[in-house]
């Protein structure tokens, strides 16, 4: 940043604080200056106020003057010191408005310009031209493209004799439209597009006004107020002295000098070349340009307050004081940005761009996905806070179903209730709610009935959860379950052993069992299909969450249990099948049982009726001890006169009655254990063992593409994080030496 050459007497004092100002030009070598706002000069002022002629003195640039090609968008000229250089050397590029698509964005990105060592005026036209075609910017009247470009061109000039410098060049601000070029959006998008450059409050504004104008009434002085009311940023550049009427040369005299008194930026008055003098294109500017303060009674003027090389000095004192000024706070922008762009490219993930990286994610996904299942399924919920959401305690969901599965089978799963005399009190359950006038029906439960002595037609659901729209082909809608019917199971056994007995005596026969508990279990069905569609829920719901948790993307989780559907249905159709089977086996198969049960409750039964038909006999003894009931001898027998038929009916009542207990109890235990247990929970071909390494290792490439690979909108999200990461963090690193 320091210069080598010998200071010119001048051009005033040298740079302050070289080694901040070196610092500020590394961030922009870094392209630092692409992600935030640094210290920079910004040229404004309306068309035609001599803003690109004092540019060209200002750059040595020779800016073209064709009015097809003037300043139609932002130029970012940036002057950097290359010691290694032997030439100045030029190189251009656009930078994409932040409001272009992606593909517009790429297409200009790609655009570049390198290999001059001078822009002379036709080179630079001729690079312009090009500009313009790139940008898409009409070429002529009516042709239907737009006139200005939010893009930006940055010219990058680098030379062993260059000093730092960013200038932005904007284009003028106009008030008047031009038939077929400029429309009134036009006035309004180029006056919002300086705003935005001036509005940057680390921008020195060098607001451009000629000199033969009422300064006052100029646009861009009253815009430069509104952003800057103290002037601190605000550095006025006087053109066209030579054409200042005669005898108002003194006012613009008395103007500068009274400026650069207040304290602020002030103004610095430059002549230009005339158009005669550009055509002949051998005039020495700074020669003609101090010719020009020798005349009176411009000679009044101080040598500081004019001039271009007066321009250089103050713009390089302004950029030095800005720059220790700000330096901090670009600090703080630089860490912060970098935190920022570091915590985007975090959000998307790992990348998955091949299939070996989109495989390795998957797995990563699977391996999180099995750990919460295990959590799931072990209660240990402490563990993880997605755990707070009740759908993803599993155990509890399936445990909880499964008892009131048993509970509905038990109070309401039998069609009539049988008489009371059971004596088996192993499966006591409250009634649902309390009343006073309540039996107890045969099963040893409690049963609510009306005032009028029949039970209450109040019913449950089967079903206990909410349809899952994924799944309402395949699972069981629901159906309403009444209570079972209080009295008549003795009428209705004498009517089916009527219709079917045979010249048995003192038996019947056992097909006729298989007919009552057909009969019996009736509401079976939609009580199984009904658990099993809930506990299929229960598992599918937690699938759906699990992954989500698993894997954040939403996109990607959804194309996995897309993926996993099928054989997802699959296994809920072979729960539902098990449990249809087991129905099938209870209900329509041979009554069977090995279980010693059966024969326990029958005899309880017999008991039970027999001491019944005792206890109407028995008579209070008195002992020492305390009075016990006894009964004679001559009385232990029991006669209730009753009819082979009768007889016969009572006995097929305790049988079904033992046996339909044992067959509940089977049933449930069969149907949680088979069809919910093993095909749905914990089984090896469980829903949650198919999201396995071995799914993930038999997915074909174009599969892993579908699941985990990113679009190209994030591809060139993630390519444009990292290059921004590398940059702020060479631009950290440059202000930390």
Same mark, same amino acid.
């Given at each position: ?421 059971? *004596? =088996?009190?192993? /499966? ?11 039996? &107890? #029906? !045969? +099963?040893?439960? @409690?049963?609510?009935? *009306? =005032?009028?002595? /029949? ?11 909410? &349809? #899952? !729209? +994924?799944?309402? @082909? ?264």
């Amino acid at each position: 940043m320091v210069s080598t050459r010998e200071p010119d007497p001048r051009a005033g004092p040298m740079l302050a604080d070289p080694l901040l100002l070196e610092k500020i030009d590394k961030l922009f070598a870094c392209n630092i200056g692409e992600y935030i706002s640094l210290p920079q000069l910004v040229v404004v002022g309306d068309q035609s106020s001599g803003k690109s002629s004092a540019l060209e003195g200002l750059t040595k640039l020779s800016f073209p003057r064709d009015s097809g090609l003037c300043t139609r968008f932002a130029t970012q000229i940036i002057f950097r010191r290359d010691t290694n250089l032997k030439e100045r050397e030029i190189s251009a590029s656009i930078i994409p408005s932040p409001d272009l698509d992606a593909g517009d964005a790429e297409r200009l990105r790609a655009w570049k310009a390198s290999g001059a060592e001078t822009l002379g005026g036709d080179g630079f036209v001729s690079m312009m031209k090009e500009v313009h075609e790139v940008m898409g910017l009409s070429s002529f009247d009516n042709d239907g493209k737009p006139t200005f470009s939010n893009n930006v061109l940055c010219l990058e000039i680098c030379g062993p004799d260059e000093e730092h410098l960013s200038v932005i060049d904007v284009p003028g601000i106009f008030k008047n439209t031009t038939p077929g070029r400029t429309t009134k959006n036009d006035i309004a998008m180029v006056r919002n597009m300086v705003l935005r450059y001036m509005q940057n409050r680390w921008s020195i504004m060098l607001t451009v006004v000629p000199a033969n104008v009422d300064i006052a009434t100029q646009e861009i002085i009253e815009l430069a107020r509104e952003v800057d009311p103290p002037g601190e940023r605000t550095l006025r550049i006087l053109t066209k002295p030579d054409l200042v009427d005669k005898g108002a040369e003194d006012k613009v005299i008395d103007l500068i000098e009274d400026q650069n008194a207040s304290g602020q930026l002030g103004s610095v008055l430059v002549r230009n070349l005339g158009q005669q003098q550009l055509e002949d294109g051998n005039v020495n500017r700074d020669a003609e340009e101090e010719f020009f303060r020798q005349t009176a009674p411009w000679n009044r003027l101080r040598a500081e307050n004019f001039g271009i090389r007066a321009l250089k000095n103050r713009l390089q004192d302004v950029l030095a004081s800005t720059v220790r000024r700000e330096f901090p706070s670009v600090r703080k922008e630089v860490n912060k940005k970098l935190k920022a762009s570091k915590d985007t490219l975090r959000s998307l993930g790992d990348e998955r761009e091949t299939a070996e990286q989109q495989q390795r994610l998957l797995l990563g996904v699977v391996a999180t996905f099995q750990d919460i299942t295990q959590q799931a399924l072990t209660t240990n919920y402490g563990i993880r806070e997605i755990f707070d959401d009740p759908e993803l305690r599993l155990a509890t969901l399936v445990a909880n179903r499964n008892s009131d599965f048993a509970h509905d089978l038990t109070t309401r799963g039998h069609e009539y209730a049988f008489k009371p005399g059971s *004596g =088996d009190k192993s /499966t006591d359950h409250k009634g649902e709610g309390e009343r006073d006038d309540k039996e &107890e #029906n !045969g +099963d040893g439960l @409690e049963q609510k009935f *009306g =005032d009028d002595g /029949t039970p209450e037609a109040q019913s449950i659901l089967s079903r206990k959860v909410t &349809e #899952n !729209g +994924d799944l309402h @082909e395949i699972l069981h809608e629901g159906a309403p379950i009444e209570c079972s019917i209080r009295a008549g199971i003795t009428e209705w056994i004498s009517k089916l052993y009527g219709d079917a007995r045979g010249f048995e005596i003192g038996t019947f026969n056992h097909v006729l069992l298989s007919t009552l508990m057909k009969k019996q279990s009736a509401k079976w069905p939609n009580l199984a299909q009904g658990y099993v569609s809930d506990v299929i829920s229960y598992v599918h719901r937690f699938i759906q969450k699990a992954l989500l948790a698993a894997c954040p993307d939403s996109e990607m989780s959804s194309s996995i249990l897309s993926l996993l559907m099928d054989e997802l249905m699959d296994n809920y159709r072979q729960a539902i099948s098990v449990a249809d089977f087991l129905l099938g086996i209870e209900r329509a198969g041979t009554p069977m049982t090995l279980n010693h049960y059966l024969n326990d409750n029958l005899q309880k039964c017999r008991e039970k009726r027999f001491q019944d038909a005792l206890a109407k006999k028995a008579f209070t003894v008195e002992f020492p001890q305390g009075d016990e009931k006894a009964v004679r001898l001559g009385d232990v027998h029991h006669q209730d006169h009753m009819s082979n038929f009768d007889h016969t009916v009572q006995d097929i009542h305790d049988i079904l009655e033992s046996y339909y207990k044992v067959a509940r109890k089977r049933f449930v235990d069969n149907v949680c254990m088979q069809a919910t247990d093993h095909y749905l929970v914990t089984g090896p071909k469980s829903p949650m063992k198919l999201l396995s390494p071995a799914w993930v290792n038999s997915l074909s490439t174009d599969q892993l593409e579908e699941i985990a690979g990113e679009d190209a909108v994030t591809r060139r999200r993630r390519q444009q994080l990292r290059k921004e990461i590398r940059h702020l963090e060479s631009g950290r690193k440059a202000l930390m030496i």
